[in-house]
């Protein structure tokens, strides 16, 4: 079976657990995120400065070796190092990543504007040295977000030190203001300023004791009906953006949608643009383009196994779709990379599937080397 190399526009990093301890004074290190897993590794307990919750762990699926015949379970063993895990992407055909935070994500239940400075400038000196290991990692910038002026500031910081994303999550911080308020234009405008891709990665609201971290409902269909609501963060945040005039102000800002499919796209830009001209008098800011021009050119999504991905492209239009292989995460493709890849790509034309596979990604990261051919 031809090998099939593929770029990623969704992976994680996993943080050391002494991550903070080793670069924090010990007060602050106490308050940041940790997590502790119960023996049985079915829950966690995530602590975030003086809060906890409890979480439920995906039961990792099993493999059966074809070589030997061992049973192993399917979660990537080597992603907490940056050498090994190279040999984990070889393997599996992935070439470069747009690599966000694992324990990082947590950070958004963080309240203290000083704690979160802290924290997130050491993990961003911390994750810098893992993208230093290899051009093939595009480490994601996590931005103290309490207070417009500190992540201007981090931004800043962050592009001189050679990050080209920053991730943020789809949800404002809490009881502040939201992403489609004046607030954030300076933040905005040093994003598109450095050139770093504002990179939004669902399923990232903060942590309050309505919903619990994702879990929104519970009962029959629960586990299924949290999984589809963490990605309509995602399209809210975009919504926002467009409807704003974020991208009138700073029109070459670009931003992405971490795995939470591809046809969204163009049904929000449909429907953007039926209330532009049918609601119009009651629309403020008027745009100067279509909503949905800005939905095309400046908004990137990435999806993992969605079979209907592919149609965005060639059916919809929206050239903006890169595959991601969310590794390590359990909804992700590791240990059934290629198989993911050849079912979505083999009856697909080399346009479209090259457009997908690595196109979209060197766009947004032209400073990458290209993957192999295949
Ligand atoms: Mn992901």
């Known amino acids: 079976m031809e090998k099939i190399w593929a770029n990623s526009g969704d992976s994680h990093l996993v943080e050391p657990d002494d991550l903070f301890a080793r670069s924090l004074p010990a007060d602050l290190a106490a308050r940041m995120p940790r997590s502790d897993k119960d023996a049985d590794g079915r829950w966690e307990t995530v602590h975030v400065d003086g809060a906890s919750f409890r979480r439920q762990l995906p039961r990792p699926r099993q493999l059966v070796d074809p070589e030997t015949g061992a049973t192993v379970d399917e979660r990537a063993p080597n992603a907490n190092d940056p050498l090994l895990r190279l040999q984990d992407l070889d393997g599996e055909g992935i070439w470069a990543e747009l690599v966000y935070p694992s324990i990082g994500i947590w950070t958004s239940s963080i309240t203290d504007p000083g704690l979160l400075r802290e924290g997130m400038r050491a993990i961003n000196d911390w994750a810098v040295g893992y993208q230093a290991v290899s051009p093939r990692y595009v480490c994601t910038a996590s931005i103290p977000l309490l207070r417009p002026e500190d992540a201007v500031a981090e931004i800043e910081r962050c592009a001189a030190l050679g990050y080209k994303a920053a991730f943020f999550p789809v949800a404002a911080p809490s009881g502040g203001d939201d992403w489609h308020t004046p607030v954030w234009d300076p933040v905005y405008a040093a994003l598109e300023a450095n050139g770093i891709l504002l990179s939004f990665h669902i399923g990232t609201e903060p942590h309050d004791a309505s919903t619990s971290h994702g879990a929104y409902y519970r009962g029959p269909g629960g586990a299924l009906l949290n999984y589809v609501e963490t990605t309509y963060g995602g399209q809210r945040a975009t919504t926002k953006l467009i409807a704003a005039g974020v991208f009138d102000r700073f029109p070459d800002l670009r931003i992405i949608v971490s795995e939470g499919g591809a046809t969204w796209?163009?049904?929000?830009?449909?429907?953007?643009?039926?209330?532009?001209?049918?609601?119009?008098?009651?629309?403020?800011?008027?745009?100067?383009?279509?909503?949905?021009?800005?939905?095309?050119?400046?908004?990137?999504?990435?999806?993992?196994?969605?079979?209907?991905?592919?149609?965005?492209?060639?059916?919809?239009?929206?050239?903006?779709?890169?595959?991601?292989?969310?590794?390590?995460?359990?909804?992700?493709?590791?240990?059934?990379?290629?198989?993911?890849?050849?079912?979505?790509?083999?009856?697909?034309?080399?346009?479209?599937?090259?457009?997908?596979?690595?196109?979209?990604?060197?766009?947004?990261?032209?400073?990458?080397?290209?993957?192999?051919?295949?």
């Open 265 to 374: 796209g163009p049904f929000i830009a449909d429907r953007l643009d039926e209330g532009y001209r049918q609601h119009g008098s009651a629309v403020r800011p008027l745009l100067r383009k279509m909503p949905s021009e800005y939905l095309y050119s400046n908004v990137y999504a990435s999806f993992q196994h969605d079979r209907s991905a592919v149609a965005a492209v060639t059916a919809m239009g929206w050239r903006n779709v890169l595959w991601g292989s969310d590794y390590p995460h359990i909804e992700g493709t590791y240990g059934h990379t290629q198989k993911t890849l050849h079912e979505l790509f083999d009856d697909v034309d080399e346009a479209t599937r090259r457009r997908i596979t690595v196109g979209a990604f060197e766009e947004l990261f032209p400073h990458v080397p290209p993957a192999p051919s295949s």
